[in-house]
């Protein structure tokens, strides 16, 4: 009886593939909250052929070898745009969103495989696009691209044949996973919330400007957001990175804010809070920096 049903538990791993608790292994000696949206370079390589890869990198460093059967997408213009208010980088409409997917072939049931050359950098923005908008599945490369070209897995040059598909989001999106100026306004002088800046220190302190002004919002604190990786862009361990963020005061009992300058390295921060380390309320702020240094909201720049 037992040998019949290892059989059918393989039969239906293959026939149906992944699914969104096909968690990677691997992971288990980080001590992570949660790894259901992180894969490893082995896992990957594993299950090339039971999901969707894309690759978020330049046009160029596509061509020139990117992971066998990974499409392409420019993240910055599928996961980005200029608001209604004229603020840059902010986060499009489901159904723009849901276009870019269409061209390049995915599936509302697809397990996605997100990378970029950079530590998951503008990956994590794709991921939590595509949280906020109700994808049942979507999931980063640890360690990216650098990692898996440097560690002798497979890479292609050619360009996997598309057949377009009609993607839609059916559910509402989920605002939970955003907030507004107003919120973080609110922030300000309130014990219990606190804006996780994961810029570089010089933006912080008002010496790199960006915007018509430089500096922070006040009662903020500074993580930059490269403190999560290691020099192999892979993520750092729970008991590390917990360190990191609870020496600047930015611990599971408040409610936490990310930004940046226009809310792409807010989001990679998002994904160690809540995925990784499993903090319960984490809002990006999509306006970021472009929005609040452009405005004659309070700021400090000691």
């Not at 239906?12 to 968690?23: A, L, N, P, R």
């Amino acid at each position: 009886m037992k040998k019949l049903l290892i059989i059918g538990t393989f039969i239906i791993g293959v026939f149906f593939g992944c699914s969104s608790g096909d968690s990677d292994s691997s992971f288990d000696q980080r001590g992570y909250s949660n790894t259901d949206k992180l894969v490893s370079a082995e896992w990957l390589n594993e299950n090339l052929e039971n999901v969707k890869i894309i690759d978020v990198r330049k046009a160029e460093e596509y061509d020139s070898g990117h992971i066998p059967g990974a499409v392409r997408l420019t993240p910055n213009e599928v996961f980005q745009w200029e608001a209604e208010n004229g603020v840059k980088g902010m986060l499009p409409s489901g159904d723009h969103i849901a276009e870019a997917l269409s061209s390049v072939g995915i599936n509302e049931n697809d397990t996605v495989i997100f990378y970029d050359g950079n530590s998951n950098l503008w990956a994590s923005r794709g991921l939590w696009a595509l949280e906020v908008y109700g994808h049942k599945d979507s999931r980063l490369l640890d360690g990216a691209w650098v990692y898996w070209s440097e560690n002798d897995y497979p890479i292609s040059t050619d360009s996997p044949s598309i057949s377009e598909s009609n993607y839609k989001f059916t559910s509402s999106p989920n605002t939970n996973l955003i907030a507004s100026w107003e919120e973080i306004l609110d922030s300000v002088d309130d014990p219990s919330k606190i804006v996780c800046d994961t810029r570089s220190p010089d933006e912080y302190a008002g010496k790199d400007v960006r915007a018509d002004r430089g500096g922070h919002i006040p009662g903020s604190e500074n993580v930059n957001w490269v403190n999560a990786v290691d020099a192999s862009g892979q993520f750092l361990e729970a008991d590390k990175l917990s360190s990191i963020y609870e020496n600047k005061g930015i611990k599971t009992d408040k409610a936490v804010y990310t930004l940046c300058q226009t809310a792409v390295r807010a989001t990679h921060t998002w994904f160690v809070l809540q995925e990784l380390l499993g903090y319960d309320n984490v809002k990006v702020y999509d306006g970021s920096w472009i929005e609040w240094g452009n405005s004659d909201l309070p700021i400090e720049n000691k």
